[in-house]
């Protein structure tokens, strides 16, 4: 038999027994199969466990690649785990001693919700189910904003933004690029406090910023309207101006050593070395980007107008399509594993592996602009814009939707 027990939050624990085969192959003993399967944020799920009792190894594949040994007293996890929107394919690559295994609905293309994998051990005529994954979908959630177009600092939900486009984040602290309020906006990601950190609402200060970046010690605001980019020193409070004469800076990214400018109306991007102040451009032959990142080898170019995603060697400035078919694209930003697309103009966000290029649905629903809150799959966003990965959460600027918006 299966015996399923829900545990906190998305954790599943999923114990399965053996006896008849065992007792057909000479054990006298049930043996128990014992999967966690946890969720970690994105719906990215970790799949380990043990097995006590197995007289010969099992061996299970996930996805062709990631394989597990299950044998007896033994434990085991797939070291990549499964994703939500994402293929995922059970088999089994080693036969136990105790008789012969297969997997029957093994193969899922598309997981968006519970699956369920079957693997048939027989032994002397013997048939036991033997496996059961399930791995839980992904929600979306408001933890900052009313919805109103306007300007609160207050706890959460009782604060109010207007048009937030941009996100930064050192780990504890979120920072909103809130356009509308001509302001740099912080979220205190344990309290849910809303501050201001950059800017009083008037436009020389900051006029319509588009995007915010940080390496833990100075943010980098790209002051859209005032064709600039600013300075903002964490630890004493200090703003300066670092580059002028841009043609309307939309976002900017670091990589620990340069900062990465998007000018919207050039169709380019500037290198900039705090160390000398140069800036020249690197990369050209965009349409209108929105949106900018670093996954610490290449550069990602939300090019809107093109409806696609451009990759960017840092080294060289040479752009190649990287995600195409897409509809004016505004955000990207990535956790080193996955690339993450703020798809505005079918309002869904999408998850793009890195390695493969594969791009699945994250969030929201296609052609249906709103702010419902939820399973990821009826969610609904209005043009989101740039988004941060945060401890196994993709915080989102809302856009029209005037919140921040958080996938977990």
Known sequence: MIRMTRLSGARLLLSLWLGAILALAGCGEDAEVQLDVTVEGESRASVSG?????????????????????????????????????????????????????????????ISGDIVVRVYCIAAGAIQDSLNLDIGTATVGTPAGNGTPAFIDAMGTLAA??????????????????????????????????????????????????GVTTDGNFLWIADASNNRVRQFELATGALTTVLTGLNTPADVTTDGRYVYVLERLTNQVRRYDPSTGAAPVLATGFNQPSGIT????????????????????????????FVTGLNFPRGVTTDGTWLYIS???????????????????????????GAIDGAASGAQFNSPYGGVPVNGKLYIAGGTNHTVRVIQ
């Open 343 to 369: 798809n505005s103009g079918a309002q869904t966000m999408l998850k793009t592996d890195l390695a493969t290029g594969g791009t699945a649905l994250l969030a929201g629903t296609a052609g249906s602009p």
């Open 50 to 110: 043990s097995i006590v009792g197995v007289t010969g190894p099992l061996s299970l594949s996930l996805n062709g690649g990631q394989t597990v040994t299950v044998t007896q007293s033994g434990s085991f996890a797939f070291t990549g785990g499964l994703f939500h929107g994402t293929a995922a394919q059970i088999t089994v690559s080693g036969q136990p001693s105790f008789g012969n295994c297969v997997v029957r609905n093994g193969d899922h293309p598309s």
């Open 161 to 210: 933004f207007n048009f937030p486009l941009g996100a930064a984040t050192d780990g504890e602290r979120l920072w909103i690029a809130d356009s509308g309020n001509h302001r740099i906006r912080q979220v205190d990601l344990a309290t849910g406090d809303v501050t201001t950190v950059v800017g009083d609402g008037t436009t020389p200060i900051l006029n319509l910023p588009g």
């Open 294 to 321: 670093h996954d610490g080898t290449w550069l990602y170019v939300a090019d809107t107008a093109n409806n696609l995603v451009s990759r960017v060697d840092p080294a060289t400035g040479v752009s190649t399509p």
